[in-house]
Nanobody, 122 residues
Framework: QVQLVESGGGLVQAGASLRISCAASGRTLSAYAVGWFRQPPGKEREFVAGINWNGDTTHYGDSMRGRSTISRDNAANTVYLQMNSLKPEDTAVYYC???????????????WGKGTLVTVSS
């Protein structure tokens, strides 16, 4: 099994940038595709971005396409999400999740972290 811990969330103003991290332990993260998801208050969890095991393929959901970049450092067992031009509607708990497969559906992920809260003020 792999354990995932997100960090880097916080309170930022609209227009700011923020990078959040997902650190893995228990097993090397290079065995997995990793995705970032978010859950705004009162809404369902949604896909934000995903990256395959070696980082040469990325996918983005509609919510932050063009404003976010996912990357990974397998030597550091960490995946990052760089978010730019943040908006109040980006306020959410951001989760990273790992998968053996290549589906980016919430139900298709095998391991989840507990999330990090990002709050964007107007």
């Amino acid at each position: 099994q792999v354990q995932l811990v997100e960090s880097g969330g916080g309170l930022v103003q609209a227009g700011a940038s923020l990078r959040i991290s997902c650190a893995a332990s228990g097993r090397t993260l290079s065995a997995y595709a990793v995705g970032w998801f978010r859950q705004p208050p009162g809404k369902e969890r949604e896909f934000v971005a995903g990256i395959n095991w070696n980082g040469d393929t990325t996918h983005y959901g509609d919510s932050m396409r063009g404003r976010s970049t996912i990357s990974r450092d397998n030597a550091a067992n960490t995946v990052y999400l760089q978010m730019n031009s943040l908006k109040p509607e980006d306020t959410a708990v951001y989760y990273c999740a790992a998968s053996y497969g290549d589906s980016w559906e919430v139900s298709g992920m095998d391991y989840w972290g507990k999330g990090t809260l990002v709050t964007v003020s107007s």
